[in-house]
């Protein structure tokens, strides 16, 4: 059986990065920037991207959460969502098209508002 899995898998490559366990969030972060800044300016790079779960590997991430106006669920009731962290380019790099709203920014961050 055939799926689409959403995005063209025939130009995207893949690389993954083990990085010491030491470093803080801000070195991991530069790391990465700098580490992308130079990935795009190789010959015939069109769009690169930092993922921390790439598509179909099972490494999600979940967290609990509240929905505003709603009663709080009694403890260990909480709703939870899989989520993996991104790097702005990331749905561009696997030429994912986009539906409504935007693509994620540089702009957005952990503490950015997104309503």
Known sequence: MRVDPGFDKDRVLALQVFLSRNQKADQVIGFFDQSLEKIR???????AAV????PFIKLEQDAPF?????PAPSKGREPSAFYT??????????????????????FDKQDSAWW
């Open 41 to 47: 300016t190789l010959p015939g790079v069109q769009s």
């Open 51 to 54: 993922v921390a779960s790439p």
């Open 66 to 70: 509240t929905i505003q106006g709603q």
């Open 85 to 106: 962290e991104v790097s702005p380019d990331y749905l561009t790099a696997l030429t994912v098209p986009l539906r409504r709203g935007r693509f994620f920014t540089k």
